[in-house]
């Protein structure tokens, strides 16, 4: 296991003043003043790439700064586990031709047990994000700070069998946190459940606000004309996003609007074996579509160029046929940007039809072109659109509410506030106000 | 005129962040007992700081949450802890500019029993809920059996169980209401309302209020349909009797149960969610122009006389 350093990613909760005010600042400080100090551990499969990883770059500089001591460790595995956990992330969004072999499971466990052996449990919560590093808990020696697994994915409908291996696992935790209620599975009984959204960081440099110069320049180094349409689209190269859907979809677009580029990014995550295969097979469907720039993390685009990239779009589309939530719908949206998107998870709650841009059902690349063609063709649609985007995001899904949860969720959660001073002493003086 | 969210939406119970937990309890008991499921919580400029229901009391009545805040100040204690602590993020605040099929579609899309509706300045400006639409609904044949809409996944108590036992199971279960069956028939129904109302009314005595039998506290009087029926006779129920849920019955035997939420979807899922919004707007405006006309008529009355 890996702990990440977030050094770089230094962050304040007083640099959120100016965006979310001074009233909600002081809220959250009060929060934190009653778990201050208390030790969080949060233990996910990557450092980058996707958006748990996305998000816990921020979320730990930000819980570090109202006080709390927190870590973020990765586990460790070999390409052969992250092949098998991609299997199950797919059986557990409902592929339902996965069988798991006896030795994929062997060696799921291993790992989940070797990683367990390393992890540092000297904490009052312990977080583990995702399918990935679950049965953690059961090799966990000496566990007594309570246990938390955030599942980021849809688990309404899951692949039978892979649920029966995993459920016992997910059972032995103390409480579960899921996107939505549609998500929790209904033979999940037991542990204490909590609804919370994901969010973005609008001061990471995936979403900081920046120059018109510097978004030139970025299109400039890879080719892309400012001054024709662009779609955007920024996902992992993975079946559920449907990147050869997106490709039909530019297709029609540019019967329509023949100077339209595509802008598709996706980053290759060290926990996505998938990728490659899937990036590979999409190059092959874009080949002679004119104007299709498909580019990853291996050319060099990172948070920043996706920044600029996102802001540079006229309309940025997410086909996704099975969604978590979708954080990159999200930053779309902060950044004024009008977005196509399927009704898939979570991204109904980020766009409202014909407010913040359009749905679609999965897989009518038809009707995504004609939404895509009509705010290229009306700019003062996509403006409106964007604007209400980026609107509704601030109301809704910024890191800063993230933060809240967290809070709360430790609040309800540390149960050895008596044993240790520190934390005594900040819950009585909050509780004297 | 498209007719926007401000036009329908009420006005919602609030509290401020930091008034205690035993105000929010107070709210939802209301007089009696028959207060609101939600309250938002706001800070004193206004701006939504989250929202709390029943649910969450109840939850953290029974040690589910902030049990270990609960070790250290007791039941007491907690109860005057500030009311931010236990509330949840709200994340279903639209603008109140936003039109009316938007919201609707928005609300069923997600599956959604609420939206909170807010100013420019993210200050609270009302709450559209399932009965905030329902009531539109009601009157209507849908051609759809309350028995292919109802929950059937129940969970019951009997009449004899304490309280304690009744609070788990919703808890447990995620329920706000559970029907009371003995021997198989229905004998009543248990709200989160009814528990919160024991419990408020023997402050300081939580064991023995929750020590006290489900028969206490239920409610008798069971508003119900039977399964053949059509969903809009559960709809008309439903607001007529201003109750949050209806029971599903065969002679006595509880089917199933058809709550607010599962009503507004079943209709959602006839007439679509534009079908949905264009009879709100439809039948707003009807209620608007017959008010207008009556008012109109009794200044004529008046100045006649």
């Avoid at chain 1, 583990?128 to 309570?146: E, F, G, T, V």
């Avoid at chain 1, 032995?172 to 009984?189: C, G, H, N, Q």
């Avoid at chain 2, 409610?219 to 009797?241: C, F, K, S, W």
Wanted: charged share 25%; net charge neutral.
């Amino acid at each position: 296991m890996v702990e990440v350093d977030v050094s770089g990613f230094s962050r304040s909760l007083s640099d959120y003043e100016p965006i979310i005010g001074s009233d909600e600042v002081k809220s959250i400080m009060s929060l934190a003043e009653r778990v201050r100090g208390a030790k969080v551990i949060h233990v996910n499969a990557t450092a980058y790439g996707g958006g748990v990883a996305e998000m816990l770059k921020s979320l730990v500089p930000l819980s570090r700064s109202v006080g709390l001591n927190v870590k973020w460790e990765v586990i460790t595995a070999n390409p052969d586990f992250f092949r098998i956990t991609k299997r199950i992330h797919n059986a557990l969004q409902g592929d339902m031709g996965i069988t798991l072999t006896e030795e994929e499971v062997r060696h799921y466990l291993r790992v989940a047990r070797d990683n367990a052996s390393e992890l540092d449990l000297d904490g009052d919560v312990v977080v583990i994000h995702d399918p990935q590093p679950l049965p953690m808990i059961k090799y966990a020696s000496n566990r007594r700070a309570p246990w938390v697994w955030r599942c980021h994915i849809d688990l309404s409908d899951p692949n039978p069998s892979v649920w029966a291996l995993l459920k016992p696992y997910v059972m032995m935790y103390d409480a579960l946190i899921f996107t939505m209620e549609s998500y929790v599975p209904r033979d999940v009984k037991g542990p204490k459940i909590y609804l919370r959204r994901p969010s973005i960081d609008p001061l990471s440099p995936k979403n900081k606000p920046l120059m018109p110069s510097e978004v030139l320049k970025v299109l400039s180094r890879y080719g892309v004309d400012p001054d024709r349409p662009i779609v955007g689209q920024v996902s992992r190269f993975d079946p559920w996003k449907d990147p050869l859907g997106v490709l039909k979809t530019f297709k029609l677009v540019k019967e329509r609007v023949p100077d339209a580029q595509l802008v598709m990014i996706g980053a290759f995550a060290h926990d996505d074996p998938e990728g490659v295969e899937w990036y590979e097979k999409t190059l092959k469907h874009a080949e002679g579509l004119r104007d299709a720039h498909i580019l990853t993390n291996h050319d060099g685009v990172g948070d920043y160029e996706v920044n600029a990239f996102q802001r540079a779009s006229t309309v940025v589309i997410q086909l996704s046929t099975r969604e978590g939530f979708c954080l990159a719908v999200t930053e779309a949206l902060w950044k004024g940007t009008p977005v196509v998107a399927t009704r898939a998870g979570g991204i109904p709650l980020q766009v409202i039809d014909g407010v913040t841009g359009y749905l679609v059902n999965r897989r009518d690349y038809a009707t995504a072109a004609r939404k895509v063609v009509e705010l290229i063709k009306r700019p003062w649609l996509a403006r409106t659109l964007g604007s209400n985007g980026r609107e509704h995001v601030r109301r809704n899904f910024l890191i800063t509410r993230l933060l809240r949860d967290y809070l709360r969720m430790q609040i309800d959660l540390v149960s050895n506030v008596a044993s240790r001073p520190e934390l005594q002493r900040a819950t009585v003086s909050a509780g004297s106000k | 005129m498209t007719l926007r969210l401000r036009d329908v939406a009420e006005a919602a119970a609030t509290v401020l962040w930091d008034e205690p937990l035993l105000k929010v309890l107070e709210v939802m008991v209301g007089e009696g007992g028959e207060g609101p499921y939600r309250v938002v919580v706001l800070a004193r400029h206004g701006a939504v700081r989250g929202l709390i229901t029943g649910r969450i009391v109840l939850e953290v009545l029974a040690g589910w949450r902030a049990s270990a805040l609960r070790l250290k100040v007791g039941l007491r204690g907690l109860l005057e802890e500030p009311v931010h602590v236990f509330a949840d993020e709200v994340y279903n605040a639209l603008p109140h500019w936003l039109g009316l099929t938007s919201a609707i579609r928005y609300m069923l899309e997600n599956r959604l029993g609420y939206v909170l509706v807010v100013d420019e300045h993210a200050r609270l400006a009302g709450i559209v809920e399932e009965k905030t639409i329902l009531p539109y609904l009601a009157g209507k044949e849908y051609g759809v059996r309350v028995g292919e809409v109802m929950e059937r996944d129940l969970r019951t108590v009997t009449p004899e169980e304490p309280l304690r036992a009744a609070l788990a199971k919703m808890v447990t279960h995620m329920r706000r209401r559970l029907p009371v069956v003995r021997d198989g028939e229905v004998r009543g129904i248990v709200t989160a309302t009814d528990i919160l109302s024991a419990i408020l009314s023997n402050l300081g005595k939580l064991k023995e209020a929750l020590n006290r039998s489900v028969r206490e506290v239920m409610e008798r009087n069971i508003t119900h349909v039977n399964p053949d029926e059509d969903l809009g006779v559960a709809i008309r129920r439903l607001v007529e009797e201003d109750v949050s849920s209806v029971l599903v019955l065969s002679g006595n035997r509880v089917e199933g149960i058809v709550t607010r939420l599962d009503a507004l979807l079943a209709a959602a899922e006839v007439l679509g969610a534009d079908g949905v919004a264009s009879i709100v707007e439809a039948r707003h405006r009807w209620r608007g122009e017959v008010s207008a006309w009556r008012s109109g008529r009794t200044l004529k009355n008046n100045e006649a006389h």
